[in-house]
């Protein structure tokens, strides 16, 4: 099922804080999110009310129109290659920036929320088609597992396989360039793949946060992302002695060692 909720966000925003807590006021549980989504990384949400107030109008109702023509698209794509798909719902609405899409649960069903404020922030409107197709990938991971894949997130270091996994469906239905790439990323990545690698693993072995590699405001090396680009890697390793399917029910005990494996490589 569908929730667009941006008929609700315009008829409520008037450019204020306050005219986006009315507007999400009326999605407790979508509100629940948000302001969850920050306390996990011991942030106050409260701080970014502002976000909402630097996209200009013309750039949410763009996301929002480029996103309402892609989504049949890539879900007509995503129901061919995986027919057993179950029931899932599509938010789209206005955030704090929590990110430009992702994959929860929300009225008991696994849903993909998209955010149009980050879409337009990361001026992806060209790249929507990517970013649905990548959300889609979480989902069929979670139908695929018969787990909520939120529940194995929550040990960062599987984000390596959840988000490569993600990354993996985006590259079959949409290939190459991904949505989140600039040019000359991937090329880089594939050059500097060990060094990507050692960060990670330092990252790990002293027990930084991982989001650095995944968030759309960080930067190592330079460079957005390289979470992504590992964890494709990662399942594309994988794939060498398993199926996709195999890859999804994978034991995480048997998961977390096949990454410190990976890592180790160089």
């Given at each position: 099922m569908m929730f667009d909720t941006f008929s609700k966000f315009l008829a409520y925003w008037d450019g204020s804080e306050e005219s986006w807590l009315a507007y999400i006021n009326e999605y407790p549980e979508l509100f629940e999110k948000i302001k969850q989504d920050y306390g996990r990384y011991g942030e106050d949400w409260h701080k970014y009310l502002v976000i909402p107030r630097k996209r200009a109008l013309d750039e949410l109702k763009l996301a929002h129109d480029r996103?309402?023509?892609?989504?049949?698209?890539?879900?007509?794509?995503i129901n061919g290659l995986f027919p057993f798909l179950d029931e899932y719902h599509i938010v789209i609405y206005v955030g704090?920036?929590?990110?430009?899409?992702?994959?929860?649960?929300?009225k008991g069903k696994p849903a993909i929320l998209f955010g149009l404020e980050n879409i337009a922030e990361l001026n992806w409107f060209d790249m929507v088609g990517g970013l649905a197709a990548h959300e889609f990938g979480h989902l069929v991971h979670w139908l695929?597992?018969?787990?909520?894949?939120?529940?194995?997130?929550?040990e960062q270091v599987f984000w390596l396989y959840t988000e490569g996994f993600a990354q993996r469906i985006e590259d079959w239905v949409i290939g190459r360039p991904w949505h989140l790439e600039e040019e000359g990323w991937f090329e880089w990545c594939e050059g500097?793949?060990?060094l990507?690698?050692?960060?990670?693993?330092?990252?790990?072995?002293?027990k930084k946060p991982l989001n650095r590699f995944f968030g759309s405001w960080f930067?190592?090396?330079?460079?957005?992302?390289?979470?992504?680009?590992?964890?494709?890697?990662?399942?594309?390793?994988?794939?060498?002695?398993?199926?996709?399917?195999?890859?999804?029910k994978m034991d995480k005990e048997e998961i977390r060692a096949k990454i410190l494996e990976f890592l180790s490589e160089g």
């Amino acid at each position: 099922m569908m929730f667009d909720t941006f008929s609700k966000f315009l008829a409520y925003w008037d450019g204020s804080e306050e005219s986006w807590l009315a507007y999400i006021n009326e999605y407790p549980e979508l509100f629940e999110k948000i302001k969850q989504d920050y306390g996990r990384y011991g942030e106050d949400w409260h701080k970014y009310l502002v976000i909402p107030r630097k996209r200009a109008l013309d750039e949410l109702k763009l996301a929002h129109d480029r996103l309402s023509e892609v989504i049949p698209k890539v879900e007509e794509k995503i129901n061919g290659l995986f027919p057993f798909l179950d029931e899932y719902h599509i938010v789209i609405y206005v955030g704090l920036g929590n990110g430009a899409g992702w994959v929860t649960e929300f009225k008991g069903k696994p849903a993909i929320l998209f955010g149009l404020e980050n879409i337009a922030e990361l001026n992806w409107f060209d790249m929507v088609g990517g970013l649905a197709a990548h959300e889609f990938g979480h989902l069929v991971h979670w139908l695929l597992r018969g787990e909520n894949i939120e529940n194995i997130e929550e040990e960062q270091v599987f984000w390596l396989y959840t988000e490569g996994f993600a990354q993996r469906i985006e590259d079959w239905v949409i290939g190459r360039p991904w949505h989140l790439e600039e040019e000359g990323w991937f090329e880089w990545c594939e050059g500097n793949e060990a060094l990507i690698k050692a960060e990670f693993l330092k990252y790990l072995q002293e027990k930084k946060p991982l989001n650095r590699f995944f968030g759309s405001w960080f930067e190592i090396f330079g460079k957005k992302f390289l979470g992504y680009y590992l964890g494709y890697k990662f399942i594309i390793q994988l794939e060498r002695e398993r199926t996709l399917e195999g890859i999804a029910k994978m034991d995480k005990e048997e998961i977390r060692a096949k990454i410190l494996e990976f890592l180790s490589e160089g």
